[in-house]
Each structure stands twice: as structure tokens, then as C-alpha cells.
């Protein structure tokens, strides 16, 4: 299990950063006039879309084996899971409207 939760988080540090740079590239394609470079940079986001979607499946995937796994959120006290699948939902949210 500690291998899942591994790879569940460098999924998720690696998801993270595609949706956090994403919109840098929007930035730069909103301030840039030059034709092939505008195509460049819509090219580098639609790449970057492509495999963000790509590392998402996996980080849920795994985060949910974790989560039937360990039996976590189950039982009194634990309020927090509905918490982090808050989040969760927020975050695939971000993700699908850019």
C-alpha cells in the first residue's frame, strides 16, 4: 500500500503542476501578436491539456484504491474525507472549464 500511496502522490504534484501552469501559458498566449508563436503556445496548451487529463486518471484512480483500501472515512469523526472529496470535485472542475 505504501507504493500506491506513493505513486498517488506524485500523480497528484504532477497534476498540480500542469493545472497551475496552464493558465501561464494562456497569459502568454493573451500577450503575444505573433502568428507562429501564438500557434506555438496553443499547440504547448493543448499538449499540456492532453497530458494533464493523462495523470488525473491515474492520481484518482489510485487515491480511491487508497480510500476502499484503508477503510478511510468511515466511522464517526471523519468529516474530513467529505472535505477532500470536496476539493477533489473542485479541482476535476478547474480542470474540464479551461
Given amino acids: 500500500m505504501l507504493y500506491v500511496k506513493a505513486f498517488h502522490i506524485i500523480f497528484i504534484a504532477s497534476w ?3 493545472l497551475f ?3 501561464r501559458i494562456f497569459v502568454n498566449l493573451a500577450m503575444e501578436t505573433h502568428p507562429i508563436a501564438i ?3 496553443l499547440t504547448m496548451a493543448r499538449k499540456l491539456y492532453r497530458f494533464m487529463t493523462l495523470l ?3 492520481a484518482i484512480g489510485l487515491g480511491v ?3 476502499l483500501g ?3 472515512g468511515k466511522g464517526a469523526g ?3 474525507m467529505h472535505a477532500k472529496l470536496f476539493i477533489v470535485v473542485l479541482l476535476l472542475g478547474y480542470h474540464h472549464v479551461k
Fill in 16 to 18: 498540480f503542476a500542469g
Fill in 39 to 41: 500557434e506555438r503556445l
Fill in 70 to 72: 484503508y477503510g478511510i
Fill in 56 to 58: 488525473s486518471v491515474p
Fill in 65 to 67: 484504491w487508497l480510500w
Fill in 78 to 80: 471523519n468529516g474530513w
Fill in 21 to 23: 501552469y496552464l493558465p
